[in-house]
């Protein structure tokens, strides 16, 4: 384990070319600005982004609009392979089960174990599924990421939405504009 003397000083502060070795746990806006604001105060310093969808940096809100058509996934990606790499910031896809802070090691999914100096977890928020009957339903889905947009593009008979927020003002119309809207 490294000592942990090395990145926080007598004052407390984070002190400037430590060569630390940072883990953030979030690929969200989040944990991209954070992993920039360590390398600027840390050149030096080892920078893993993990998480668990493992693609570059996308925008969430734009889900909306590619559910209805109005914008092709790729125009989602706000960074790319090379941004990281001008970072020095090393991307990992995975998902983290428990986190030992007295080891300071985390637990993947698939067993692995990652050190850390200084951990950051930038995990965003999920979607609360009401306490309804059908929930459990195969179809009854949420628009948190990628995948799920994916997933509800997948042709389907029918669907509905459930919410009051502002993606289900936006979707209804892209939905028929996909031309998957049924009745008047
Ligand atoms: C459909 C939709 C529309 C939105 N519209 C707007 C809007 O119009 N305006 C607005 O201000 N905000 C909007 N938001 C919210 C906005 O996207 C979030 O506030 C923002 O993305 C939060 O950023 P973040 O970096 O904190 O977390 P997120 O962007 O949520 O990123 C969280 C990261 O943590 C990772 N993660 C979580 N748990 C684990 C784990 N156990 N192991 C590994 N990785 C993990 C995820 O893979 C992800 O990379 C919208 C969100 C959605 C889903």
């Given at each position: 384990m490294t000592d942990n003397s090395r990145l926080v000083g007598q004052t407390g502060k984070v002190t400037a070319e430590m060569g630390g070795n940072y883990l953030i746990v979030g690929n969200g806006?989040?944990?991209?600005?954070?992993?920039?604001a360590i390398r600027e105060r840390d050149p030096l310093g080892e920078i893993t982004?993990?998480?668990?969808?493992?693609?570059?940096l996308y925008s969430r809100p734009g889900l909306a609009y590619l559910l209805t058509g109005a914008v092709p996934e790729r125009s989602l990606f706000a960074r790319g392979d090379e941004d990281y790499r001008r970072l020095g910031v090393r991307r990992l896809a995975a998902r983290v089960n428990s986190i030992d802070p007295q080891t300071r090691r985390l637990q993947l999914h698939d067993g692995?174990?990652?050190g850390y100096d200084a951990l950051l977890l930038a995990t965003g928020a999920r979607?609360?599924?009401p306490d309804v009957p059908g929930i459990e339903l195969?179809?009854?889905v949420t628009l948190d990421t990628l995948a799920d947009a994916r997933r509800i593009l997948r042709p389907r008979?029918?669907?509905?939405l459930s919410g009051t927020g502002l993606f289900c003002g936006q979707a209804?119309?892209?939905r028929g504009g996909?031309?998957?809207r049924r009745g008047p």
């Open positions: 806006p989040a944990g991209y600005a954070a992993a920039g982004i993990l998480s668990h969808e493992g693609t570059a692995r174990l990652l979607a609360i599924l195969d179809g009854v008979r029918r669907g509905g209804p119309p892209g996909r031309g998957r």
